[in-house]
């Protein structure tokens, strides 16, 4: 698949397991369902994790794009 912007990339993810890693540290992994042009995403089956291990499960949750800064594929 070609990407050329960064929301391809993003777009290539969907409905696949991404990690989210935001400002302070925190990560998510989880279903990425949706986002939007200013990257705010929906992440299903997520579950917060800390030195690498899962440290609670949330299940359904929305992530404000201005606080992440790096969304990789798991």
Do not use: C, W
Request: charged share 35%; hydrophobic share 35%; net charge neutral.
């Amino acid at each position: 698949m070609e990407t050329d912007r960064p929301l391809d990339a993003l777009n290539n993810s969907r409905n696949k397991r991404v990690l989210v890693e935001l400002k302070g540290g925190k990560q998510y992994v989880g279903k990425l369902k949706a986002f939007d042009i200013h990257v705010n995403i929906v992440l299903d089956d997520a579950e917060e994790r800390v030195d690498g291990e899962t440290k609670r499960k949330l299940g359904n949750v929305f992530i404000r794009g201005d606080t992440i800064i790096i969304i990789s594929p798991e």
